[in-house]
C-alpha cells in the first residue's frame, strides 16, 4: 500500500513538473521603435528636389546621434554642418540648431527618411525643398 501511494504522488509530481514545463507563455512583445529611435543613425541623401525640379545631390550624408546631435557632410552645405537638433513639440518636425526652419517629416522609417521645409529665397520666391534619405 505504502509503495503504491509513493508510486501515485512521484507520477503526479512528474505529470506536474511535464505540464508546467512547456513554456508556452507568449514571449512579450518588445515596443515599437520611437521617432528618435529611428531618427539616430548615419543617412544618405539620394534625391532632392525643389518645387519638384531635382537636384544635385551626390555625396551628402547627416548623422543624427542619440544625444541630439547632427553632423553634416556634403560638398555645398546650406545648413550648418554640425550642431544640435530636436523636435517640434509634436514630433512632426525637425528642428537644427533651434530652428527657425522646420523639416517636416513626411516619411520615417529604419530604412528611409524623407523631409520637407519651405523656404522664402530672394531670386526664387516661395521654395518647396523635399530631401529623400535612404540609410
Not at 508556452?24 to 518588445?30: E, L, S
Not at 528636389?49 to 542619440?66: K, L, W
Not at 530636436?86 to 530604412?111: C, D, H, K, W
Request: proline share 7%; glycine share 8%; net charge neutral.
Amino acid at each position: 500500500m505504502k509503495t503504491t501511494y509513493k508510486l501515485i504522488c512521484y507520477l503526479f509530481l512528474v505529470a506536474y513538473i511535464i505540464a508546467c514545463g512547456k513554456g508556452d507563455d507568449p514571449q512579450p512583445t518588445p515596443p515599437p521603435p520611437t521617432k528618435k529611435d529611428l531618427l539616430t543613425q548615419t543617412w544618405r541623401l539620394v534625391k532632392v528636389t525643389a518645387n519638384g525640379a531635382d537636384q544635385p545631390s551626390a555625396g551628402y550624408t547627416v548623422r543624427f546621434t542619440s544625444t541630439n546631435t547632427y553632423t553634416a557632410n556634403g560638398p555645398m552645405l546650406t545648413v550648418a554642418g554640425s550642431g544640435n537638433w530636436g523636435f517640434n513639440s509634436g514630433e512632426t518636425a525637425i528642428l537644427l540648431n533651434g530652428g527657425p526652419e522646420q523639416f517636416r517629416i513626411v516619411t520615417l522609417s529604419a530604412e528611409q527618411m524623407v523631409l520637407e521645409v519651405d523656404q522664402e529665397t530672394y531670386k526664387a520666391g516661395e521654395l518647396n525643398v523635399r530631401f529623400e534619405f535612404q540609410k
